[in-house]
Structure formats: C-alpha cells, structure tokens
C-alpha cells in the first residue's frame, strides 16, 4: 500500500508568482484535503477534493485553488504569492469521511 | 466559530515518567476527534474517537473523549525519547466534508 506523496519537498518564490503543489492520495483513498501550516500553529483547513470536486472550503482567498483528477491525484495552486504564504502545506487522504492520513508536505517559502 | 485548545503549550519530561495532554473544544457539529503526532513534517494518526468514556490504547499510548465535558487526553506512560514530538489534536465536524480544526499543538521533550 503506498502512502499520501507530495512534492516538491521544498519550494522557494518570490512575491507575485504562483505556485503549484501536488499530491498523490494514499491508494484506494477517493477524497483530499489540503492544510496550510504556519511555523507554531497547527494545520488550518483550505479546501477538500471528493470525487474531483471541491467539497468544502476553509477562510482562504480565491488566488488559493485546485484540482483534483480521475486517479484522485490533486494540485494546489496559489496565485500572486504573498509573504505570510510561507508554510508547510499537508495534503491528506482518506477514504470518504474516515480518518485522514497525511502526506510529508511541502515547504514553501516566499520571499 | 469553532475552537480547539491544546495544553499545555510545551512540556519537557524524562525518560520513563508518565504525561497527560489536554484537548478542549467548542465546535457546533462534532463528528469525532483525532489524535496525530508530529516529528519532521507529516502528522502521523494515532487515535479516532467517537464515544464518551471508551478508552483507545496503542502500546503505551491511549486516549479518552468526555463529550459532555468537550475534551479529550492522551496519555503516554513510560516515556522515550522516540516520543519527543509535537501532538496535535483535531475535531473533525460533521456535514458534507470532513475538514479537521486543529489546536495550536503541544511539544512534548523527553530528556534521557
């Protein structure tokens, strides 16, 4: 069983530009989230993918978006990138509202 | 608005003594509350609970949920310093999604 992979690793921009993040579901797991985790606090919700279509959004802009695909594969895009969007973004998985497993994340920096 | 308060904050312990961490929550729709552990990057599940007074159990690990009282404690005995990590707490709310709402998390050192 393969686990929820991210990439890339690490990422760095500037302000203004955009970024994509991608994240593969853990097999057999139909459902994604995305989480945003600033430095000290814990993981705050973006947005969830069921069966490729967002299912539910937390307080985040609209320059935040994404995708998910037929083999439940997803992307976060974030648009015209600002300081304050420097974190650790966690993809998760899980098989409808069961427990969600999570990828490595990816860290992002905005400078 | 929904709200999830670990604590505490921090804690630095010893080898082999016995902690408890607290999660308290306020949210309008409650499906059940998680458990996960933190040590690099990717938070690693440990427990899901759903029902008041029944009590989870993983090696040296085990939690209990108060759904009246809206809290929950995991505790860990005998401690390592392999338990050295941040433990975050979420309450996943019920509706059409299952988004999580987590606390701020508690980091837990465990002197040799």
């Known amino acids: 069983e393969t686990g929820v992979t991210q990439s890339p690793t690490h990422l760095i921009k500037t302000r203004g530009q955009q970024v994509t993040l991608r994240c593969s579901s853990q097999?057999?797991?139909?459902?994604v989230s995305w989480y945003q985790q600033a430095l000290g606090q814990g993981p705050q919700f973006i947005f969830q993918?069921?069966?490729?279509?967002?299912?539910g959004r937390g307080n985040f802009p609209p320059r935040f978006s994404g995708l998910q695909f037929p083999n439940y594969s997803s992307e976060l895009n974030v648009n015209a990138l600002e300081l304050d969007d420097s974190a650790l973004y966690l993809c998760?998985?899980?098989?409808?509202?069961?427990?969600?497993?999570f990828g490595p994340g990816t860290r992002l920096t905005v400078l | 608005e929904d709200k999830v308060v670990q604590s505490p904050l921090s804690l630095v312990v010893h080898e082999g003594d016995t902690v408890t961490l607290n999660c308290s929550y306020e949210?309008?729709?409650?499906?059940?509350l998680l458990w996960y552990k933190q040590e690099k990057k990717a938070p690693t599940f440990l427990f899901m609970l759903?029902?008041?007074?029944i009590e989870k159990k993983s090696g040296r690990l085990s939690s209990i949920l108060d759904k009246k009282e809206l809290f929950s404690i995991l505790n860990i005995t005998a401690t390592q310093t392999g338990d050295s990590a941040i433990y975050l707490c979420?309450?996943?709310?019920?509706?059409?999604?299952?988004?999580?709402?987590f606390g701020k998390g508690i980091t837990l050192s465990v002197r040799p």
């Open positions: 998760a998985s899980s098989l409808g509202a069961r427990e969600q497993f």
């Open positions: 097999s057999g797991h139909n459902t």
């Open positions: 993918y069921y069966r490729e279509e967002e299912n």
């Open positions: 949210v309008t729709n409650f499906r059940s």
């Open positions: 759903t029902s008041s007074g």
């Open positions: 979420a309450v996943e709310l019920g509706g059409a999604n299952s988004k999580l709402t």
